[in-house]
């Protein structure tokens, strides 16, 4: 065995020190031994030395070039303001990296988008973990995460790495780090790849005591530590050609960084720079970064103000995405979907994880879909090429810097209008949902009421929390049908609006129903209604030329819906249509209409979160409607509108249920989470407004629960802490009674609703 390399049986050479062959020989062959710890040897008569964090040789935070101050302005007058942020705003080409590399793979704009995941199992439980990597493998993962909490977590690391490099598995790992700069440096001598996250790695235990600094000077005099706690683990990177994540959370930013910055994209941006200057200054440069967030928005936001300050500066670091405790289930892939896939859309991205609450092997499946889909729109490819080109010109102004929603215009009563035309749509974000005539039938009208979400009161419908705003029928029923019309008038009563392809009206009309025209029709029929209809939505397909668009004001819709046209780029053609409006100062809402022919409701939540949620992510559009186009159709009413409020919800649009943000598990995990997180959901899932973390450690508890009203965090084996705000207000819970004591929590802070009677009970109360 060679003192420096390693072959593993692919014929991959990984490099490790003499002091680590030497303690993996001792651990095969007596057990479990502190694999790091002093050895003797036959040929030497003294012990080796241990590892150690020193700090002897650290230079002082004086000699690092650090990049010039973003808040006084110097950054702006050394290198001019903020620009770019992509490659191109009208073609999907991938931001040039350079490559960075970690064991058998590479990260970088040059290698395809790496998919990786994390392990859920005790680190501390060698054979667990080892037999979790190789699932994760085998499902096609590229790399995986493993969590290292301390001494005996970096022993296990060990034998973990050699036990797959035995049953022929050279899939790199990467070791999660939080507050221990000594075990990273321990770590490094085995994995291919150490993350370290600035808001903990030199800080210690987080906390959020606020510090006050009166200068800049203050701020950056406390550097020094930084830099002591960076220096010896960039060296032995540099030493053994390890590859580093500077992996920034949202949640977890330090107390010195959030009293300077806030909890801003921006501060985790500056907080990334900080400890990037550390390792450019020692010319260590095999390192990503990541810039996580529950908020989709948050994370969209930084990930691209961090792209925009490394074209300013002229870095070529890779992009690692994720949206953090994106949660379970499709509201889990809606969330990393509308966060991932918008920033892929913008060529952004060299390597994916979606975190789910589930076990790791089943991110896989979403991880690969999101990459495939960003892959497919690369304007290397010849039909996307085609597709982004066909977009007539337009000037891109979004400001990527801060987040405005673009706030459409609702409908407006008139003294002459026989229903209330108020509730068609809501100023939150709006669901319209599509519906077939045969829904309408007799024995189906009170299924279809259900399905659209209404509360009902002896047959009759009422608008709910989470009811559709309006209907989409490409088709009516006659007027003969009596009781199908009847059906609809109900819902027109209560201020459900019935949106029809004028066509139709005019063959049959419908009282107060809302006429669908293209934009070109309307501008023909000068805007003149069908018989019966008390307004018009005007449907727009991306291609219309701005003299057209600006006659849109002139016809006064109550709203519009945009479904670019099939050979056009759904985004760019979308972009365009919402830069024609804010350059003649139209108001009106746009809805976007979003056809569909899969049967698979994962792809349902993947496709939607990234076509329609990368456009939701920059300010536009004023709702959703999803139409089913295959011959059968395959999800119910129901499932549609859910999936459609779970987009604006995770847009963070309009919130109509419980907003969960529970991390996806790891080593460190102390209870069941995806059990601990099903009791919990199925206690407070009925509270719209509420969001509730639910947190496997201390790790990602305070930290990660930044958006949170109400916190249930591990701290011991069998305990929970529970959280108001940032705030432990209940210590050493039992697990068995944690879910009650968040339940009476939630209550002490008036923040709880009984759940609503079920329907059959309202029918006999009301009768």
Same mark, same amino acid.
């Given at each position: 065995l060679c003192a420096t390399d390693i072959q593993h049986p692919t014929s991959t050479m990984v490099k490790f020190t003499s002091q680590v062959v030497s303690a993996a020989l001792i651990l095969l062959c007596s057990g479990c031994v502190d694999a790091f710890a002093p050895i003797k040897t036959q040929a030497s008569s003294h012990a080796a030395t241990a590892l150690k964090m020193s700090t002897e040789t650290a230079p002082s935070a004086s000699d690092v070039l650090w990049t010039p101050s973003w808040k006084s302005g110097a950054r702006d007058e050394a290198l001019g303001p903020i620009g770019q942020y992509c490659e191109d705003l009208h073609l999907v080409t991938r931001r040039k990296t350079r490559t960075v590399t970690c064991g058998p793979i590479n990260f970088g704009s040059d290698h395809p988008i790496v998919r990786q995941t994390m392990a859920t199992a005790d680190t501390a439980n060698v054979d667990a973990t080892i037999e979790e990597v190789m699932r994760c493998a085998d499902k096609g993962f590229d790399l995986v995460r493993i969590t290292v909490q301390g001494r005996r977590e970096a022993n296990a690391a060990l034998a973990i790495r050699e036990g797959l490099f035995k049953k022929g598995y050279d899939i790199p790992l990467c070791a999660d780090m939080h507050f221990q700069p000594?075990?990273? +440096?321990?770590?490094? /001598?085995? +994995? #291919?790849?150490? *993350?370290?996250?600035?808001?903990?790695? $030199?800080?210690? *235990?987080?906390?959020? $005591? #606020?510090?006050?600094? /009166?200068? /800049?000077?203050?701020?950056?005099? /406390? *550097?020094?530590?930084l830099v002591e706690a960076m220096y010896p683990l960039v060296e032995k990177c540099k030493e053994l050609d390890r590859c580093m994540r500077i992996g920034t959370n949202h949640g977890s930013l330090s107390s010195r960084v959030l009293s300077f910055y806030g909890d801003t994209p921006r501060g985790m941006v500056e907080s990334a720079i900080e400890f990037a200057d550390i390792c450019r200054s020692q010319d260590f440069h095999n390192f990503v970064f990541s810039m996580k967030a529950s908020n989709p928005l948050v994370m969209v936001q930084s990930y691209r103000l961090l792209a925009a300050e490394q074209y300013r500066l002229g870095w070529d670091y890779p992009l690692h995405l994720g949206v953090t405790e994106a949660g379970e289930g499709e509201d889990g892939r809606m969330k990393s979907a509308i966060g991932i896939g918008t920033l892929l859309a913008d060529g952004l991205g060299d390597t994916v994880r979606v975190s789910l609450t589930e076990d790791p092997e089943f991110e896989y499946e979403p991880c690969n879909r999101l990459a495939e889909i960003a892959e497919s729109r690369l304007a290397i490819n010849p039909d996307a090429m085609e597709r982004q080109k066909a977009v007539k010109p337009y000037t891109d102004t979004r400001d990527i810097t801060a987040y405005a929603r673009r706030v459409g215009e609702l409908p407006m009563q008139k003294e002459e209008d026989a229903v209330d035309v108020r509730g068609f749509l809501h100023r939150d974000g709006s669901v319209l949902s599509a519906v077939k005539p045969e829904m309408f039938a007799k024995e189906n009208v009170q299924y279809l009421y259900q399905e659209l979400g209404c509360k009902t009161a002896v047959g009759m419908p009422f608008k709910d929390i989470a009811t559709s705003d309006s209907i989409f029928m490409r088709t009516i029923p006659p007027s003969s049908d009596t009781e199908a019309r009847t059906a609809m008038r109900r819902l027109i009563e209560v201020s459900v609006g019935v949106v029809v392809p004028a066509e139709e009206l005019e063959k049959d009309p419908l009282p107060n129903a809302v006429a669908l025209m293209s934009l070109e029709d309307a501008i023909a029929k000068e805007g003149k209604l069908p018989e019966g209809a008390i307004r018009l939505v005007v449907e727009l397909d991306g291609d219309e030329e701005e003299s057209d668009i600006q006659k849109i004001k002139d016809l006064d819709p109550v709203f519009c819906m945009l479904k670019p046209k099939e050979g056009l780029s759904h985004l760019h053609a979308s972009r365009r249509v919402f830069e024609l409006f804010k350059a003649n100062d139209i108001d009106k809402s746009v809805i976007h209409h979003f056809t569909t022919d899969t049967d698979d409701s994962n792809e349902l939540a993947l496709q939607l979160g990234t076509k329609i949620g990368s456009l939701l992510t920059d300010g536009n559009g004023d709702g959703v409607m999803v139409e089913q186009v295959a011959d059968k159709e395959a999800f119910s009413v129901d499932f549609v509108r859910r999936t459609s409020f779970a987009l604006l919800q995770g847009s963070r649009m309009r919130n109509t249920k419980t907003e969960f943000v529970s991390c996806p598990s790891c080593g460190r995990t102390l209870f069941d989470l995806q059990e601990t997180t099903a009791n919990i959901q199925e206690a407070t899932g009925h509270l719209p407004g509420v969001t509730i973390a639910v947190m496997g450690c201390i790790v990602n508890g305070p930290g990660e629960m930044a958006d949170a009203d109400f916190g249930y965090v591990g701290t011991l084996p069998g305990k929970v802490d529970l959280y108001y705000g940032k705030e432990v207000v209940r210590k050493s819970i039992p697990n068995d009674d944690a879910v009650d004591a968040l339940v009476e929590l939630i209550k002490d802070y008036d923040m709880w609703q009984d759940k609503e009677v079920e329907e059959e009970e309202e029918e006999a109360v009301a009768a």
């Open positions: 000594k075990v990273a +440096l321990m770590v490094a /001598e085995a +994995l #291919e790849k150490i *993350r370290i996250n600035p808001g903990n790695f $030199a800080d210690g *235990r987080k906390d959020f $005591a #606020e510090k006050v600094y /009166e200068t /800049e000077d203050d701020y950056a005099k /406390e *550097r020094q530590y």
